[in-house]
């Protein structure tokens, strides 16, 4: 049986162009243990720092399998952004009428801005357009309903023909696309790494600290190899591993996907690559690929998906670096100095999974991609459910759409191995 958590073959790029940190891993003093988190992601932060806000006198303690920075939430390209583009089945919108969470997500933006600015969090925090290119004429098809879309729902946004995607992002290999706002630049390594060294004084973290298994029916008990945790109240923030502990296993599968970090590029390398400054493009299909530019001069690359297992790395290089050669023919070198996989949960109608799976036992998961926004304010909101602590947010999301049923293995694995196939040869140049 696979390991109920994620073991990484290749170090986090973003990870490891910071400076180390050193993962803090000693058990908690001896005492009651009021509440505890599975998962030290943006989901298991936001929850756990929500608890010990709302009862500071209560004991949390976050129970993370592997280190800090090195988790999926560590690994993305690094776009918070506030309109996902996955929509509208993950947002809960029906056709025409704007998604109710945009206004929970725009709040949420604020308040991440607020933290990020209040706890001195250094992560390079840019708001700036994101892009949105099509290479081919069903990309186009695509996103020409995305801007019918954001006409209907007020949200702003800018065509951009060939040329004027040429001189931002210094390539002509994508027909045309859009820019819009909504959206952050951050690097996620450093911004998660600390909101994790800046929780309240209640919450303890103990990192490299998998939880093996999960039983009981409050208090629940938590099996690591340093030993059981006990609580009566649990929040399952590990995404898609929540099915490894035995929950949600008919809602939610855990894809793979790749991204590359080139080194700092020269300024020469940099020229061709459209306008200064930092810029990322979305693509137009699902399986299509992201491209970001970064403040300090490097590019970064993120294509690819794989069911359940990181692929090799070696290959994922590869087939990384050529996408990157058919954008950018002109530049010097297509090679990266750092080249990973990230672990994500993705359901069958694109909706997240939030709410109570037992008596005390919480879970968001499924976060479809465009994880770093929903899932911290999932996770803050599902704190405030476990408290009963109602707010208007968490009302709203608490009447959305959850997942729908998957069917068991093997068909499972055939149904989304098929989907892959599928949705990779309809991308084409998306790719
Ligand atoms: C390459 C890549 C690019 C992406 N790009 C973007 C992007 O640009 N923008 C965006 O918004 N999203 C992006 N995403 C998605 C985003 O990273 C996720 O949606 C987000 O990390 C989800 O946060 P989370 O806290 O729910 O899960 P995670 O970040 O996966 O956190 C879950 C944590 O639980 C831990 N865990 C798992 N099992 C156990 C266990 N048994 N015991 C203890 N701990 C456990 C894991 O180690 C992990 O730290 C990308 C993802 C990848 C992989």
Redesign the pocket.
Known sequence: MAV???RYRSACGWNAILPPRAPRTAPPPPGRIDSIV????????AAARRLAELRPDEQVLI????Q?G????????????SV?HNFPASVGASAGSRPPQFEIFAEGMERFAGQVRELGIECGWNPADKLYAAATTDGEAALARNMANYARWKVGFKPLGREALRARIGTDYYRSGFASGQNVYVQ?AAL?RGLADTLPANVWLMEE????ALTGDGPYVLR?EQGEFRAPRVIL?????AK??GFLRSRLVTI????GLTPVLPAEELAKLGAPGEW?VLPAARLGT?LRRTGDGRMLV?SAYSYEHEASIEAMATMLSSLYRARYPAMASHGFEHV??????LTRNGAAYFGELRPGLFS??G?N????????V??RLLAELALDHRSPALEKTLALTGPNWMPPEPFRRLAAMTAIRYQARRAGAER
């Open positions: 109920p958590y994620p599975i998962g030290a992601g943006y989901a298991g932060l129970l993370e399998s592997g800090v090195e988790n999926a939430s560590g690994r993305n390209a690094g776009l918070i952004v996902p996620p998660v600290s998998p939880v093996l690591t923030a590990n995404n898609g591993f490894s502990l793979f996907t790749y991204a990322g992201t993120r990973w996989g990230g672990a994500t949960a968001a998961a976060c991609g465009s994880g770093i926004l929903k899932n911290s999932n996770g």
